[in-house]
């Protein structure tokens, strides 16, 4: 790469990430302000929903264009709102699509263990007005021009077989010491991991570092390149080291640039946050295309 410091968080708008050179990056991890009035430090978190749409879309130009062919994107978003509901997640998947990239699918992330047993603003066990509560977010998943990765710079990815098992599924449950169904199918862990990440700090809106490090296992290699252009407290760049990526960062915030070098410079290089899952009395039913049937993508 000509311009950009593998290893760095810029302290800049992602808007316009000049430091990255074009297709040059094989995995972009993020998860946008959601605009819903987070007390985010240099950032309007309550634009009008047309604004904030045109400041995401200009994100996700920069995105593709430092995409590698075959380069993912993955974002995490929650939809928002109830009077009306704003469903992000599909403003943000036409977007995606009008810039050209190709969706490979979308992981639900339970938030269960960390929502607690209250209800949402409505009616209480009356049909007036019942509303729903969400627990889940959602993980888009796209990628440029080809759904093969034809850029990396490893071979081994680092991921273990009951992982790629697990999360591979459309939905995440929460990480267990023991794995005894591998037909489960939903990524589930709270917001901040506080058991696996000790060291997460305080942010208005927690990122789980369980959720970029598993993208990073799923779709890049050991050496690959990781940007995340939202990258706050720098989550996704312990993430990176953690699994012997490279990372790429901006944030618009001086204070979260801190923390997020802070974060760093505490690193235990080979400590891995998150163990692999154990094998116990897991059974896995092979589909016609497990046994060599050919994908529709291939």
């Avoid at 720098?234 to 993430?239: E, F, K, P």
């Amino acid at each position: 790469m000509r311009g950009v410091e593998l290893d760095k968080i810029y302290c800049a708008d992602c808007r316009a990430m000049r430091e990255v050179d074009d297709d040059s990056v094989q995995l972009i991890v993020t998860s946008p302000p959601y605009n819903v009035g987070k007390e985010y430090t240099q950032h309007r978190d309550a634009m009008e929903l047309r604004e904030y749409l045109a400041f995401l879309k200009q994100v996700w130009q920069e995105c593709t264009r430092v995409l590698c062919r075959g380069g993912r994107l993955a974002v995490n978003i929650a939809n928002t709102g109830r009077k009306p509901y704003v469903p992000l997640s599909a403003y943000i998947a036409e977007q995606l699509f009008d810039l050209g990239l190709l969706m490979r699918g979308e992981i639900i992330w339970d938030k269960g263990p960390s929502v607690g047993i209250s209800t949402a603003w409505g009616s209480f066990a009356r049909a007036s007005n019942p509303t729903l509560r969400d627990v889940h977010e959602y993980i888009l998943i796209f990628c440029k021009e080809s759904y093969k990765l034809e850029q990396t710079h490893g071979k081994e990815s680092g991921i273990a077989n009951l992982e790629f098992v697990e999360w591979t599924k459309s939905v995440w449950h929460q990480p267990e010491d023991q794995i005894t169904d591998a037909g489960k199918t939903m990524w589930r862990f709270d917001t901040l991991s506080k058991k696996r990440d000790r060291n997460a700090p305080d942010h208005p809106a927690p990122f789980p570092i369980d959720l970029p490090m598993r993208l990073m296992l799923i779709y890049t290699n050991i050496g690959d390149i990781v940007l995340d252009p939202f990258m706050g407290s720098g989550t996704t760049a312990l993430a990176a080291k953690l699994t012997h990526r490279h990372f790429i960062g901006y944030e618009i915030s001086q204070k979260y640039c801190q923390i997020a070098e802070e974060r760093l410079q505490k690193f235990v290089p080979g400590e891995r946050l998150v163990p692999p899952p154990k094998l116990k009395k897991t059974r896995v039913k092979k589909s016609r295309r497990a046994a060599g049937e050919e994908s529709p993508t291939r």
